[in-house]
């Protein structure tokens, strides 16, 4: 498997968890205010610091966002293009979010794909305290009673990530989970080590924002850049033949050249570049 050096020392836990009760929630969220704002009202509506977010069908304009990129500084492994967009309409297709907090205040982890004015397909990490929504929008979001999504340190690959927290107490019996996957583990394997560890025999995927070593899909294509974005269209963990969870994630790519690429992921060829976040749920 494919794999990239990071600049830190490699973090102990490789796969960060944390259960409890969930609930999904529907918003509609407002054009014209940044579409960080509208996220977090949306949470905070609910009475939650954060979680994850879907959004499928809608418009930005403005539009801001970055592509992954190669690091010219040794201190990353990896790092952002400039940034592209415009004045907009940009007709989106999808967009997730990981929701939470940065330095005490709302902050969302975007990756979303869409439609230019020119009409070609794009996609990206979309800057959410610069880009807004252009008409209002229907939206899922996921949350955790007492757990969120904080941005912290990460020595590994000297980011700043989102790592799952817990402030509340831990229920008897989780509905759900706040899941981070460390680089070099591949994101398949992860998420049925995930599954074990929670006693879930299967699991839906919520959410899902993240970056790969290039990415391999299970028809044999593959985006070869480094730096590689995506977000899950579709993913779960059911039992295989022997009764042991299997995991499946379709994702949508982009890489450091502004290439895409859509489809179900190999299995157990996909490092994690950064980081990969999302909500699990059983069932």
């Known amino acids: ?59 930005f304009a403005p539009l801001r966002f970055v592509i992954p990129a190669l690091s010219s500084d040794p201190r990353y ?3 952002y293009s400039e940034t592209h967009g415009g004045p907009g309409p940009a007709r989106f297709v999808q967009m997730n979010a990981t929701v ?4 005490g205040k709302p902050f969302s982890h975007l990756h979303g794909s869409w439609t230019g004015p020119e009409g070609r397909p794009q996609a990206g990490h979309v800057l959410p305290l610069e880009t807004m929504l252009a008409e209002p929008v229907l939206a899922t979001g996921w949350a955790i009673e007492g757990a969120g999504f904080v941005v912290r340190p990460d020595a590994e690959t000297n980011f700043s990530l989102f790592m799952p927290e817990r402030w509340g107490r831990a229920p008897a019996e989780a509905s759900g989970a706040l899941v981070k996957i460390q680089p070099n583990e591949d994101a398949c394997l992860a998420l049925e080590e995930a599954c074990t560890r929670l006693g879930w025999r299967s699991a839906r995927v919520r959410g899902g924002v993240g970056s790969l070593v290039g990415a391999r899909f299970a028809d044999g294509r593959l985006l070869e850049a480094v730096a ?15 009764g042991c969870p299997k995991a499946s994630l379709s994702v949508l790519a982009v890489d450091e050249r502004g290439l895409i690429a859509e489809g179900a992921l190999a299995h157990g060829d996909n490092p994690v570049l950064m980081t ?3 909500l699990l749920v059983p069932g």
């Open 1 to 59: 498997m494919r794999a990239q050096l990071q600049p830190g020392p490699v973090r102990v836990e490789r796969i960060s968890i944390v259960a409890g009760e969930a609930e999904r929630f529907t918003a509609t969220l407002p054009a014209g205010v940044p579409v960080n704002e509208a996220i977090a009202k949306a949470f905070q509506a609910k009475g939650y610091r954060g979680g994850v977010m879907e959004m499928r069908g809608g418009a």
């Open 77 to 79: 492994a990896a790092y």
């Open 100 to 103: 939470g907090e940065k330095d």
């Open 228 to 242: 590689t974005e995506v977000l899950v269209q579709e993913g779960g963990v059911a039992p295989d033949f022997s």
């Open 276 to 278: 990969f976040e999302l």
